[in-house]
């Protein structure tokens, strides 16, 4: 039997039926509409954009290896032409969620497809896939083609100008969390000495009339802890009425910045457009004077009635909620720091917090003949994939693992596998970031990095370390290799954004 609200606010019980209540309430959907509409035209942007830049054989069908999630290694790319025919249909699928057509099942196809995608490479995580993956998974529960979609045209019966609350507060969710925890993760020592931002600006391409003030140690200064403060300040005044409008301004300001300096995708427009969802849910409406807004947006108190199927669902997302709050703060946990042993790094919106530089090369030893062999990594890794393994010691293991395992299967003998791997945090001296006489086949690739992996001491530098990759074996000091030879130079090098 369905409890009414009044009944639990006369005997003050119930508080979840409360939330679950006011989660259920109608407000006006017209920024919920707007936001599928852009959401499904910048990832269909973005699935053409891995098309027509050829992205998706680079990444996915030339490479002879690639790096997997933990407990996902069954994971593979399609066969033959199959990888581009799959950002076709994610193509496909992006344009249907922007009309509202077959919404539902689109934007599941989205999501499964998507997800698929997120998980075939790990070189290629980026925190804006991460925040794209979780709301597509939301969108199928959504009902976002009230109106202004080929569903409401098709099906004038299910037309609907308004969507739950908990709708509107959700998609608010995901858009706050980059935001809040991004900042978070900026309290770093680092970050707050103006690294790695004074380094990546002055790797910039010359910058008319500001290339001086960007290659400057100030605008490092200045835009590390503007960002800081930009993303720790600007969810309460989106929250504000009063300061919502200021606020807007700033952070297209912000987004249009990154998006002209940095090359981080579809993650400034995507944000811009999401951050909308902050203001008066009917502003669509107001910004066209349309007159159309639905009346029960003008409801001030909760739906009257309560079920316990809407009790269960509140409670679900309320775990949800609780869980992206606490998984990002697990890096503080973690013993080391989190941008040298990348414990904790993903899925912790640590975004731009760490610039490596990194010098590896693998050995491979034949247990029986007492053989040392150089491993060609250029046969199994596309330049991408190159550029960014070496700063994550759980890819360094991974391919460790990989080649013995190819050696064993080419030759019969059984092989240890050893990598010396030199790496430039921030700019500081070059350290040995692994064990270089640890036997990698020996460590297990289903734990997090253990003792192999050596533990940061090098102190940051005031002016960030210049010394080229190649003269790095001459300047640190290495200690005995059991097995390298001490004149052997690694088979390849990584620069790491």
């Keep these: 039997m369905a409890t009414t609200h009044s009944t639990l606010q006369r005997t003050g019980a119930g508080w979840l039926q409360w939330i679950a209540a006011t989660g259920c309430r109608p407000v006006d959907g017209a920024s919920c509409f707007v936001f599928r509409i852009a959401f499904g035209l910048l990832m269909a942007k973005w699935s053409w954009d891995y098309l027509a830049t050829g992205r998706v054989a680079v990444l996915y069908i030339e490479p002879a290896f690639h790096f997997t999630y933990p407990g996902f290694e069954w994971v593979r790319p399609w066969p033959g032409e199959g990888m581009y025919w799959h950002f076709l249909a994610l193509l496909a699928a992006s344009l249907c969620i922007a009309a509202g057509c077959c919404f539902r099942i689109a934007s599941l196809l989205f999501a499964a497809g998507f997800t698929y ?57 995901h858009v706050a969390v980059p935001y809040v925890f991004g900042g978070l993760a900026k309290l770093d020592a680092d970050w707050l000495l103006g690294e790695p931002m004074s380094s990546m600006l002055r790797a910039e391409p010359a910058t008319p009339i500001v290339g001086s003030f960007l290659a400057n140690r100030t605008a490092g200064l200045l835009f590390s802890w503007g960002g800081l403060l930009f993303d720790l300040a600007i969810v309460p005044l989106l929250l504000s009425r009063h300061t919502r ?185 070059p350290a040995l970031m692994i064990d270089p006489n640890a036997d990698l086949m020996q460590q297990s690739t289903q734990q997090h990095a253990g003792d192999w992996v050596l533990p940061l001491e090098e102190p940051l530098r005031a002016d960030g370390w210049d010394v080229p990759v190649d003269r790095w074996r001459e300047l640190v000091e290495i200690p005995p290799l059991t097995f390298l030879p001490s004149t052997r130079s690694p088979t390849t090098s990584a620069r790491i954004p």
């Design 245 to 429: 409008g200021a606020a807007y301004l700033v952070c297209v300001a912000f987004h249009i910045t990154n998006a002209v300096l940095f090359d981080i995708h579809v993650f400034p427009w995507l944000m811009i457009a999401a951050t909308t969802l902050f203001f008066s849910p009917d502003w669509p409406r107001r910004f066209l004077r349309s007159q159309a807004n639905p009346a029960p947006c003008q409801a001030s108190s909760p739906q009257r009635s309560v079920t316990p199927a809407a009790s269960l669902a509140a409670v679900c997302m309320l775990a949800y909620v609780a869980f992206q709050c606490g998984w990002p703060l697990r890096s503080r946990l973690s013993n080391g720091n989190p941008s040298w042993t990348e414990r904790g790094h993903r899925f912790s919106w640590r975004m731009m917090l760490r610039g490596k530089e990194v010098l590896i090369g693998y050995a491979i030893r034949d247990t029986e003949t007492g053989d040392v062999t150089d491993a060609r990594l250029d046969r199994l890794l596309s330049r991408p994939q190159a550029e960014r393994f070496g700063r994550d010691p759980e890819m360094i293991l991974q391919l460790a693992h990989h080649l013995g395992e190819s050696y064993v299967t080419h030759t019969g003998h059984s092989a240890e596998v050893y990598a010396l791997v030199l790496a430039s945090l921030n700019g500081r001296k």
């Design 117 to 173: 995608f997120f998980l075939l490479e790990r070189t290629n995580y980026q925190n804006h896939y991460y925040m794209v993956m979780l709301i597509a998974w939301w969108l199928p529960c959504m009902p976002l083609s009230g109106e202004w979609s080929c569903d409401s045209i098709a099906r004038p019966s299910t037309r609907e100008g308004t969507v739950p609350a908990w709708t509107l507060w959700m998609l608010r969710f």
